[in-house]
T-cell receptor, first 113, second 112 residues
Framework: KQEVTQIPAALSVPEGENLVLNCSFT??????LQWFRQDPGKGLTSLLL?????REQTSGRLNASLDKSSGRSTLYIAASQPGDSATYLC????????????FGTGTQLKVEL | GAGVSQTPSNKVTEKGKYVELRCDPI?????LYWYRQSLGQGPEFLIY????????DSGLPNDRFFAVRPEGSVSTLKIQRTERGDSAVYLC??????????FGPGTRLTVL
């Protein structure tokens, strides 16, 4: 059974700092990995999707990397802003035709002024 | 264009009652997913539809839970004889061939 772990569970940083969020998964036979952002009381917003054949994806100040063989992904946020405060979730989709996502428990990020 | 919408946004019910939660996917998306998120946890998969049929219902916790998508668009998640442990946020998502799943705002279900 695929298990997804995210560390740290919570993180507080001053504005402007670069930071890294970690995600690990136990079954490396994934189809893709997706990073989401969730604001309190809201649904999930997709940030980046990395296919299993890719090593990284970038969008603005966000960069996500994938090392499938070691079962790890990182989300790098450059020059953090208070508006980045949210919970960040990673989710993996297994290969073999299944479409469901298996989520981690998330990292709650707070960027302080 | 409009995103995924879910109604109601909040639902409070009593133990033992029946509830229906509705999801309107993005127009043209053939795949629709239901997830359940408990406080402090990541979403957990319940069921996935491709068109009108349930392609994977392995996440439904028991036979009190049932979902339909009769015309391949709107879906309804139905919960019979609700229990306090069913309290959670129920999330719906839809996708096309690009694989990215787009989520709705969720329905917060509280069973008293």
């Amino acid at each position: 059974k695929q298990e997804v772990t995210q560390i740290p569970a919570a993180l507080s940083v001053p504005e402007g700092e670069n930071l890294v969020l970690n995600c690990s998964f136990t079954d490396s036979a994934i189809y893709n990995l997706q990073w989401f952002r969730q604001d309190p009381g809201k649904g999930l917003t997709s940030l980046l999707l990395i296919q299993s054949s890719q090593r990284e994806q970038t969008s603005g100040r966000l960069n996500a990397s994938l090392d499938k063989s070691s079962g790890r992904s990182t989300l790098y946020i450059a020059a953090s802003q208070p508006g980045d405060s949210a919970t960040y979730l990673c989710a993996v989709r297994l290969g073999g035709g299944g479409n469901k996502l298996t989520f981690g428990t998330g990292t709650q990020l707070k960027v302080e002024l | 264009g409009a995103g995924v919408s879910q109604t109601p946004s909040n639902k409070v019910t009593e133990k033992g009652k029946y509830v229906e939660l509705r999801c309107d996917p993005i127009s043209g998306h053939t795949a629709l997913y239901w997830y359940r998120q408990s406080l402090g946890q990541g979403p957990e998969f319940l069921i996935y539809f491709q068109g009108t049929g349930a392609a994977d219902d392995s996440g439904l916790p028991n036979d009190r839970f049932f979902a339909v998508r009769p015309e391949g668009s709107v879906s309804t998640l139905k919960i019979q004889r609700t229990e306090r442990g069913d309290s959670a946020v129920y999330l719906c998502a839809s996708s096309s061939e690009t694989d990215t799943q787009y989520f709705g705002p969720g329905t917060r279900l509280t069973v008293l």
